[in-house]
T-cell receptor, first 115, second 110 residues
Framework: SQTIHQWPATLVQPVGSPLSLECTVE??????LYWYRQAAGRGLQLLFY??????ISSEVPQNLSASRPQDRQFILSSKKLLLSDSGFYLC??????????????FGPGTRLTVT | RKEVEQDPGPFNVPEGATVAFNCTYS??????FFWYRQDCRKEPKLLMS???SGNEDGRFTAQLNRASQYISLLIRDSKLSDSATYLC???????????FGTGTRLTIIP
């Protein structure tokens, strides 16, 4: 069965510091991978998605970036955090090539507080 | 107009009652739909997938009305553990991205 891991679970970082969040998936090959952010009391905002190694699509302009160095690894980074980067960061995966639906499965999330 | 719209609630429902949520979508090209549940400070979890007119899983029934472009979720014999936020999601065929509603908050009252 497939599992998705994210770490760390919680993070408190000062404004201007760098960020690196990691997500890995087990039990599947060549998944689609996604990064979302959920601000307190708000809906899910898609930040990045990837359909393959080195292929990153950015959904919103911001000071975040994503990379996919390996098939089942997805990394979210920032060089300098802003207060507005605080939120609940969720990684998700879906199967590819189903040709019909892209059900997504979420990791446990990282709760980031920028102070 | 949002692509997927949900009544944010909150819905406060006594235990054992039946509750229904509606969700409307604006993109007529949407082919598949999902309901996710999200507990407080947790990740969303897939509850049901809806591809044709509807789907039933135990106490949960999802129905799709393509003509009116809405999806509903019915919960029968509600339990305290059903308290959560329910997210409605639409997907266009061949599109890797899902479109999420902002969720409907449900609280089951003992």
């Amino acid at each position: 069965s497939q599992t998705i891991h994210q770490w760390p679970a919680t993070l408190v970082q000062p404004v201007g510091s760098p960020l690196s969040l990691e997500c890995t998936v087990e039990g599947t090959s060549n998944p689609n991978l996604y990064w979302y952010r959920q601000a307190a009391g708000r809906g899910l905002q898609l930040l990045f998605y990837s359909v393959g190694i080195g292929q990153i699509s950015s959904e919103v302009p911001q000071n975040l970036s994503a990379s996919r160095p390996q098939d089942r690894q997805f990394i979210l980074s920032s060089k300098k955090l802003l207060l507005s980067d605080s939120g609940f960061y969720l990684c998700a995966w879906s199967l590819t090539g189903t040709g019909y639906s892209y059900e997504q499965y979420f990791g446990p999330g990282t709760r980031l507080t920028v102070t | 107009r949002k692509e997927v719209e949900q009544d944010p609630g909150p819905f406060n429902v006594p235990e054992g009652a039946t509750v229904a949520f509606n969700c409307t979508y604006s993109n007529s090209a949407s082919q598949s739909f999902f309901w996710y549940r999200q507990d407080c400070r947790k990740e969303p979890k897939l509850l049901m997938s809806v591809y044709s007119s509807g789907n039933e899983d135990g106490r949960f029934t999802a129905q799709l009305n393509r003509a009116s472009q809405y999806i509903s979720l019915l919960i029968r014999d509600s339990k305290l553990s059903d308290s959560a936020t329910y997210l409605c999601v639409a997907n266009v065929f061949g599109n890797e991205k899902l479109t999420f509603g902002t969720g409907t908050r449900l609280t089951i009252i003992p």
